[in-house]
C-alpha cells in the first residue's frame, strides 16, 4: 500500500483546520489535510448560513493575513452591545469607548469556510478527501495515519481539528471530562423591521440566554441556548419569528423567519492534554464552550495561530519543546474563557437561590457604571 510523508498532517479541514493547514503551508511547510466533506466553493450567494459568527479583529486580521477572509458584501459588524439580565440589570458598551471600530466582524460558516477553501486549493496543501483515518500511531520520530483506504500518511506532526467528538483524541487515548449543559443553541436568521443600528442584544432569559447579533441589511441572526429546544423546532416560520420577537421585548419590531432552526448540543470538553507524542489537537477537538459569549471558534483560530507560530518555518514541526510551548501558550486563555462562561452560566441558572436574581442584575448594572471595568469587558471582546 502507498505510502506519503509530510511535514505537518492536519485531520479535519473545519474552519479551525483549515487555517492551520493555509497558515503552514504559507511558512513553506508540507502539509496534507484529510477531510471527508470538503465545503461547496459555489452556490452561495443564494439564502444565508444560520450558523454564524463573530470574529474578533484579531482573528479577522489573522484570516485576512492567509487570504482568506470574505468579500465584505456579506460581513456584519458589531459596534456596541446591550446585555440584559432577568431582571432590571443591563450593561451596555461600545467599540468607541475603547477607540475601536468596532467589537467584531459576523461572517457566516459557509462563506469562511469557502474562503478558507478557495485559498487552500490554490495551494500546494496535499487535500485528501473522502477519506476518513482508520488508525493512528507515533513513535519519537513520527506520527502515522492509516485511511480508509489503507493509504498510510507518515508526518512529523498530526495535528487533530476533527471537531468536538474527536476521533483522534480517543484514539491517542486522550481522557476528557465532557459536561453537558443540558441545552442546545438553536440559531436562525430573521428580517427585522427596525435598524439593529449594528448593536449585538443579549438576554439572560432566566432559563436561556438569547442573542441577536447584527447580519448586513435589516437582518439578524439568534443563537438561543435553552433547554426545551423541541419546542422551538417544532414551530412554523410566522410562530417562530412571533416567539423570537416576544423574547426579545420586540426590541426590533416584527421579525420574518430567513433560515429554519437548527440545533447544537452545548457541552463542556475539556482534554486532560492537548498534545502528546507527535499529535496536537486544537479547535472544537481541544476544548469546547458555552456560545454565551460567542468565543468557541475565535479560540480556535488562536489555537491554529499559535500553533502555526509555535511550528515555526525550519526544524522539526513536532518537536516536543515545540508541542509544549504550544500547549502552554493557550492553556491560559481556554481555561480563562471556558471558566468565565461556566461561571456565567451557573450564575444565571440557580433561579432557586434566594436574592441571586437580585444580586445578579446588581452585579451587571453596577459593572455598567464602572467605566474601568467596562472598558476591559470590551477590550476583551475585540480581543485587545
Ligand atoms: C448549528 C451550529 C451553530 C453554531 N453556532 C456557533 C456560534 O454562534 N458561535 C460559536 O462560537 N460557535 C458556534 N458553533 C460551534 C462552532 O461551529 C465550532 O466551535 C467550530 O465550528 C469549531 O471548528 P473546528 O474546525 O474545530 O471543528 P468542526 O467545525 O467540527 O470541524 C471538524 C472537521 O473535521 C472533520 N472530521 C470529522 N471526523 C474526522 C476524521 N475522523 N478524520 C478527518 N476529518 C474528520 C469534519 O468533517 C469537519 O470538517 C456552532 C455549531 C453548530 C453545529
Known sequence: MSEQTFDVIVSGGGLVGASLALALARQGREVALVEPNPPALAGLEAGWDARIYAVSPQNQAFLASLAAWPGAERIGRIASMDVRGDLDGRLVFSAAEIGATELASIAENRWMLASLWQAIRQSDIVVIEGQRARHFDSDVRQAKLTLDDGRILKAALLAGADGANSWLRREAGIAASVKSYGQSGVVANFACERPHGECARQWFLGDGVLAWLPLPGNRISMVWSMSDSARLLALDDAALADTVAR?????????????????????????????????????????????????????????????????????????????????????????????????????????????LARLRNTGLSLVNHLGPLKRQLARVAVGF
Open 247 to 355: 423574547a426579545g421585548g420586540e426590541a426590533l419590531g416584527a421579525l420574518t423567519t430567513m433560515t429554519p432552526a437548527a440545533a447544537f448540543p452545548l457541552r463542556l470538553i475539556r482534554p486532560e492534554h492537548v498534545v502528546r507524542q507527535r499529535l496536537a489537537l486544537l479547535g472544537d477537538a481541544a476544548h469546547t464552550v458555552h456560545p454565551l459569549a460567542g468565543q468557541g471558534v475565535n479560540l480556535g483560530f488562536q489555537d491554529a495561530a499559535m500553533l502555526a507560530a509555535s511550528i515555526g518555518r525550519q526544524g522539526d514541526p513536532g518537536e516536543w519543546i515545540r508541542l509544549r510551548r504550544y500547549e502552554r501558550s493557550r492553556r491560559e486563555a481556554v481555561l480563562t474563557m471556558q471558566t468565565a462562561c461556566d461561571g456565567l452560566f451557573r450564575l444565571f441558572h440557580q433561579p432557586a437561590l434566594p436574592g
